[in-house]
T-cell receptor, first 115, second 114 residues
Framework: AQSVTQLDSQVPVFEEAPVELRCNYS??????LFWYVQYPNQGLQLLLK??????LVKGINGFEAEFNKSQTSFHLRKPSVHISDTAEYFC?????????????FGAGTRLFVKA | SQTIHQWPATLVQPVGSPLSLECTVE??????LYWYRQAAGRGLQLLFY??????ISSEVPQNLSASRPQDRQFILSSKKLLLSDSGFYLC?????????????FGQGTRLTVV
């Protein structure tokens, strides 16, 4: 069975500093990987996704993530954060074999960007 | 373009009352449809998913049920709400395909059972 572990529940960081949000997954089959962002009382918005090909994926708002198959990780990074990046971030995995019918989410990481 | 509508946005219901949350998708055919619940301080838990009309798969045993009476309509229901049903409910859709495997989410319904 698939599972997703987001290692940090909260990450405080100062504005313009770099940030990394960690995500590890477990799956016995090939997977698709995603990062979503959720602003308060809103739905989720896709930041980026890894389906195949280059292991470094660039997304919206200056975020990027690197797929590491040997470490089963998909960490999210941004070189310089803004106050507006304060939100909750979810890592997700879906089973390529079933066409993505089940997307499993991590518990989320709350990013606080301080001035 | 595709859009997803979810309503109501907020709901306060007494324990023991029934529930009906509705989700509709526009601009696509035969989508996969999902209901997730996000409890306070926790991630998203997949409750139900559907690959077609009348086809519902339940991920966890619970006090809720789902139905798909039309291709682009997904309804989450309960006959008698429990306090533990409180949370943020999200509907989502996706389609099969090499480049379109992400889920697209509605704006959510915040349910408070009192």
């Amino acid at each position: 069975a698939q599972s997703v572990t987001q290692l940090d529940s909260q990450v405080p960081v100062f504005e313009e500093a770099p940030v990394e949000l960690r995500c590890n997954y477990s799956s016995s089959v090939s997977v698709y990987l995603f990062w979503y962002v959720q602003y308060p009382n809103q739905g989720l918005q896709l930041l980026l996704k890894y389906l195949s090909g280059s292991t470094l994926v660039k997304g919206i708002n200056g975020f990027e993530a690197e797929f590491n198959k040997s470490q089963t990780s998909f960490h999210l990074r941004k070189p310089s954060v803004h106050i507006s990046d304060t939100a909750e971030y979810f890592c997700a995995v879906s089973d390529r074999g079933t066409g993505g019918f089940k997307t499993i989410f991590g518990a989320g990481t709350r990013l606080f960007v301080k001035a | 373009s595709q859009t997803i509508h979810q309503w109501p946005a907020t709901l306060v219901q007494p324990v023991g009352s029934p529930l009906s949350l509705e989700c509709t998708v526009e601009g696509t055919s035969n989508p996969n449809l999902y209901w997730y619940r996000q409890a306070a301080g926790r991630g998203l838990q997949l409750l139900f998913y559907s690959v077609g009309i009348g086809q519902i798969s339940s991920e966890v045993p619970q006090n809720l049920s789902a139905s798909r009476p039309q291709d682009r309509q997904f309804i989450l229901s309960s006959k008698k709400l429990l306090l533990s049903d409180s949370g943020f409910y999200l509907c989502a859709w996706s389609v099969l395909g090499n480049r379109n495997t992400e889920a697209f989410f509605g704006q959510g319904t915040r349910l408070t059972v009192v």
